[in-house]
């Protein structure tokens, strides 16, 4: 039986060394091969090996674990057990690091955020126990990683503030290291957080930041990542001309890396069409409000034109009343109210009261003019040389 392990780890290594181009997965391995290799080693077998077969067989395992993590993750979760499991009985700090992301991972992958959570403390407090044992790099990316992964699932439990927390908390690391290209991803990352919060303002501010540690770190990717989602941010503002042109840049990338970014270039393609879209919206919207205007104006032109000629026809109107009043009306004397015509009897009383000529004629449904015009008229009726005069007299007479 220790003969069969050892020639299985013999293959196994064999085939991790030299047959890798063979290997087919996400990551250029054939992990059906690979899976063969420990498919026999039971929990015993692995614990009474020595450090170098059993660092092999582990080996084997967080190849298969992180191999499978995109096609099976039912096999990805039974090898991060593994995984954990040697890590765990060896005092292995990173192989038990290692089995905790990934188990919290398919826990996260299938919404069970706290169980998730629940692995990813766990690989925390792996790191904590790191330094003094490994480099301060590897403890560094170690930390990052896991930062940078609650993050993601508070993000994804709707905690912004404190996914920011942790968020913060990478950055700290990806800064004292100079790991521009990780903190361009990091930036991409919170940029698409606030574009779904709603908040462009620190969407651009993100992408922004992640294009410009793009540009430092000469990550073709990750600048072509950053101007995606500026895009989308402009696409977002309105802003359709600024929208096309980070797109199009970004698409110059993913159209020289089809075969490896197919997905990355069909999420840009379906932005750049809907800048389009808009574009062709706010066209309409900018010849739809030009007829507008041009209808206004026209109607405006109308109504003036329609003022002036009512303005041309009143004082037509006042020039023949005018003509009327000046012609002498003849002298009528007045025994009474039968006297006066029934309109006079209407504007007699309302002069009496002290209404002005406009107020009278608001109140009658009549001109100002011709309101003057019977002023003027009970004037003459009146022998009188005033308002107060007529008045006067038609008081002393009883008509009023």
């Known amino acids: 039986m220790k003969k069969r392990i050892l020639f299985c780890l013999v293959i196994f290594l064999f085939e991790s060394v030299f047959a890798r181009a063979e290997y087919n997965d996400h990551r250029n391995r054939n992990l059906d091969s690979l899976e063969r290799v420990v498919a026999g080693v039971t929990p015993e077998q692995v614990a009474a090996m020595d450090d170098e077969h059993c660092t092999a067989t582990v080996s084997a395992y967080a190849e298969l674990m992180w191999g499978y993590a995109q096609i099976n993750s039912e096999r990805s979760l039974f090898f991060a057990r593994k995984t954990l499991a040697v890590g765990t009985q060896r005092d292995w700090l990173y192989r038990m690091f290692d089995g905790n992301r990934m188990i919290g991972q398919y826990y996260y992958g299938v919404g069970q955020c706290d169980s998730a959570m629940y692995y990813y403390l766990q690989a925390l407090k792996v790191i904590d126990r790191m330094p003094g044992r490994y480099d301060e790099e590897v403890v560094d990316d170690a930390r990052s990683q ?161 003022s002036r000629r009512l303005r041309k026809e009143k004082e037509a109107a006042d020039e023949v009343i005018d003509q009327a009043l000046e012609v002498e009306t003849p002298h009528v004397v007045l025994e009474n109210e039968n006297d006066l015509t029934q309109r006079e009897k209407e504007i007699l009383p309302l002069l009496a009261a002290g209404l002005t000529s406009p107020q009278i004629a608001d109140k009658l449904y009549l001109s100002i003019p011709t309101i003057k015009w019977y002023r003027r008229r009970l004037l003459e009726r009146f022998n009188a040389k005033n308002t107060t005069e007529m008045i006067m007299k038609a008081r002393e007479k009883s008509f009023l």
């Open 146 to 306: 896991m930062f940078g992964t609650i993050g993601n699932l508070y993000n994804v439990m709707d905690s912004i503030p404190k996914a920011m927390e942790y968020y913060a908390l990478a950055e700290d690391i990806f800064e004292k290291q100079g790991w521009k290209e990780s903190s361009s991803v990091l930036y991409h990352n919170m940029g698409e957080t606030w574009m779904e919060e709603g908040n462009l303002a620190e969407a651009e501010r993100c992408f922004s930041q992640a294009l410009d540690f793009g540009n430092e770190s000469a990550d073709s990717l990750q600048i072509a990542e950053a101007l995606s989602g500026l895009g989308a941010v402009y696409l977002q503002k309105g802003k359709t001309n600024k929208a096309l042109h980070y797109l199009q840049q970004a698409d110059e990338y993913y159209i020289h890396h089809e075969d490896q970014e197919f997905g990355h270039r069909i999420e840009a393609l379906d932005l750049i069409g809907k800048v389009l879209k808009a574009q062709k919206r706010q066209l309409w919207v900018m010849v739809a409000g030009g007829f507008a205007i041009i209808l206004l104006l026209i109607g405006f032109i109308v109504i003036l034109l329609h």
